[in-house]
């Protein structure tokens, strides 16, 4: 199990698990905070037994307009040529990660880990490498690897991040094909890699509707890769 794998994610703290949660293009705080109110509500759901998973979650939204005047961005990315050969330019990235490392460090309660969505997941793992003695795990969800050559040299799939992941990732997702979510999957050690696939798309499963039983294997999934607090 993950508690046996990961023995430095478990804990007996009272308080919270707290988890920075970063959304896709396009979106915002709030409108994921709403995507991810069914999988928050099953997470801290009463348990039977002396520990139980209790998580906190927490929503900024990306200081970008998005290139499409629409939702909010960690970044927009452009196209540029040098001269020499093209390349894809993160505009605003920089602005993103001092905001979400300020959080980090700010916080008087510690964050533990970062759950992102499409650009969330991937600005999540940029994160994570910039700073891994402040977060103890990423959970990537339609996530790609970074595109932009300054960000991508921090996650070389030759020297993989020894920080635990979980990695969702929707086998009909046409956005973010599968082969780019298991690419950035590469850039974290195996030994601490957790893959959680399901049958729908760029998305995550819903509580109520046809595809119920893929959000229970995700919660479940979730409550066994995440570390425990005790009540």
């Known amino acids: 199990s993950p508690q046996t794998r990961f023995p430095f994610m478990s804990g007996t703290a009272s308080r919270a698990r707290r988890i920075l949660c970063l959304h896709g293009w396009t979106s915002s705080g709030p409108k994921f905070e709403a995507y991810l109110q069914a ?57 993103s990660f001092e905001a979400l490392k300020k959080i980090v460090r700010d916080e008087k309660e510690p ?29 990537l969800a339609g996530g790609f690897p970074p595109r932009d050559e300054a960000y991508a040299k921090l996650l070389p799939s030759e020297t993989p991040l020894k920080i635990p992941s979980m990695h969702i990732i929707g086998r009909a997702d046409e956005v973010v094909p599968e082969t780019k979510s298991i690419e950035l999957s590469k850039r974290f050690a195996p030994e601490f890699r957790v893959i959680f696939k399901h049958r729908l798309g760029h998305e995550l499963p819903k509580s109520e509707g046809e595809n119920s039983d893929e959000f229970e294997r995700l919660t479940a999934a979730l409550e066994s890769f995440l570390p425990r607090s005790r009540l």
């Open 39 to 95: 999988v928050a509500k099953r997470l801290n759901r009463e348990g039977e037994t002396e520990k139980r998973l209790r998580v906190e979650f927490i929503f900024p939204t990306g200081p970008h307009e998005t290139s499409i005047g629409k939702g909010r961005a960690w970044w927009n990315a452009k196209v540029k040529n040098d001269g020499k050969k093209e390349k894809v330019v993160y505009e605003g990235s920089a602005t």
């Open 111 to 139: 964050i533990e880990g970062v759950f992102g969505f499409s650009q969330g997941a991937a600005a999540a793992s940029i994160l994570a490498a910039m700073i891994p003695e402040k977060l103890g795990f990423v959970i």
